[in-house]
Every structure is written in C-alpha cells, then in structure tokens.
C-alpha cells in the first residue's frame, strides 16, 4: 500500500529500531530513565524552554496544558477547526472544566482582532478568558503555516489582556522546515508547547510538552495522576532520539512533494479547488459532477493508495518519510483516472 492517509501511518524503520538495543532505560516515573531524560532535554532546548515532559501523545500534550494553564469555569480561545475542538473527545470539558471559545480563522489562522474580539472583560458573570491555543501547523488548514509576525501579535493580543497562549506544534517542525525559522523562535513565545514525534519525525508513539520548570512541575502531576506516566520509557525515547538526529532535516522534502502533487492534483478538470499547500498536507476538493470523498478514496484504495476522506467532497493527503516522489507521480496518474473526466 501506498499510504498518504496521514504522516501518523509511518513505521519505524531498521536503523530507528536498532537505536532501541543500546538504549540505557530506568523508571522513567521516578525521573531515572537516561533516554527519556536526554530527550526532554533536547526538546526544552530545541523549542526555546526551560524544561519538558515526554508523554505518550500529542493529545495528552494539550489535555495537560490545558490542566495546568485553567481551572473550571476558565474559557480557552480555539479556531473553530482545531485539534483541541474537533478531535480530542471534549477533552478539556471533561478533565478541566474548561469553557471553548471558538474563532473563525483562515485555513486554522486568525489575527490579533479576532483574539481581542473573543477576550471577555472581567466579571462575575463571565467566563474568565485564561488561555489562547493555535496550532503550527493547522491541519485542517491544509497544514497552514502561521507568519512569524501574526503569531506574535495575537500572543501579544493575548498577553496583553492577562491570558497565557499555547502552541499545539504536532508538525511544528514542518513549518520550521518550510520558513527556516528555528522552532525554538516560535516556540519561545508561549507559555507552553509541544511537538509530536509520531507524525513526520516516524517515531511510533510519543510527544513532548516544553514549558518553564514551574509549568512541568505541574504537568507532571497531572501525567501522573492521568495514568501517563511510565517506566523504562527509554525504548520510546530512544526511537524519538533517533528522529531528532535522522528525520527532521528530510522534513523539506515531504513539504516539497506535497507540493508538487497539489501542483499537479490542481490542474485536473474534476478538481474544484486545492487549498494552498505551505508543508507536508494536500487538501483538495472535489468538482460536483466528480465523484464523492468517499468512492473516490475506496476507488484508490482498490489500487493500493491510501488517502483520507475529510468531507463530502474534501480529500487530504500526507506526504512523509514512508513515501517518495514516484509514489506521489502514481498518486496523481491514479487521481488523474478519476478526476479526469466526469464521473459516470
Ligand atoms: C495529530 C494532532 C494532534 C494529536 O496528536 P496525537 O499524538 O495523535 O495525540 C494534536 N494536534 C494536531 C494539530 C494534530 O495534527
């Protein structure tokens, strides 16, 4: 199969496994795992921080922030396609207690006005406005990279009025890679954030949450008493040192090859518009006399290429390690068999 379902399907490779032989391992709950420790302290260096926290995924990453960052009654300003909104069980009702305002942006993005217009004033009657999250890259933006400049004017539209921002970085890596931006210039101006190593760095389970030392010290408990804590977590962390050492430079070309197939995916009569593809994620729609997500996808699926259904007529693709550009030429002469002509 060709997977261009999501950069979460990668495998770990030989050498990523091998890595897993020599790791030196301990309890990691007890601060004794070598390799986990060793990771974290990459990661709090790589995003601009003070100190980090493994956990076993991206999801928990922004439970926690959340945790730490609110208590009950707290509202959290959210563009209305994030993470955090859509896909995380209604998390942050659940296990904070937590208000969501949500924000209309573009493709994930919003500006400083937006992030001023959803700030409460203070009063008894009101929701506290706590938190401001945004995620670098938007996935259901088509992985939209946040400008340097807007990002730092809506934190500071946050700062300003007493709020705290956080970062949901799952692929913060392929927007680094696609600005020359360093992820710690990004990452230095919130309060909290994380990168995934299960997506495009093709390590199969993992993230790491970056904060002050105050801030981990309270994510900690909560990885505690959540049951994410663990012990000879070094078997994971060592495949995630692999990534940082092997995976991130060659994020550019996955960037690069999902450009090119919504280069070519654009020119397809039955393609009604693809959005502007910044990283790794393609997402196109498709024209009324086509066929739908759905059929379009088993029809591919039948071929052996995998790719996701994300609405009605809305498709997404990923590119990442585990395919290359003669996988992304047989993409596009495949959605070319189908998009090519109206569908009968
Ligand atoms: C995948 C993803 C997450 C969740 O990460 P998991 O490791 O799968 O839990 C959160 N935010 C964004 C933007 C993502 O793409």
Redesign the pocket.
Known sequence: MIDFYSD?TTRPGRAMREAVLTAEVGDEQRGLDPSTNALQARVAELLGHEAALFLP????C?EIALRVHCTPGDEVICEQT???VN?ESGGPAALSGVMIRTVEGDRGRFDAAAVAAAIRPPSRYFPASRLLCL?QT??LGGGAVWPLEQMQAVVAAARNAGLAAHM?G??LLNACAATGIAAATYGGLFDSCWI?F??GLGAPVG?VLAGPATFIEAAWRFKQQWGGALRQSGVLAAMCLYALDHNVDRLAEDNALAAHIGQGIGELPLVAGVLPVDSNIVIFDIAPEGPTAAALAEALAAEGILICEFGERRVRVVTHLDVDGADGDRLVDALSAHLGTPWP
């Open positions: 979460t995924s991206g999801t928990m922004n994030s993470h955090i896909f995620e938007a996935n949901d799952a692929r995934d299960s997506k993230a």
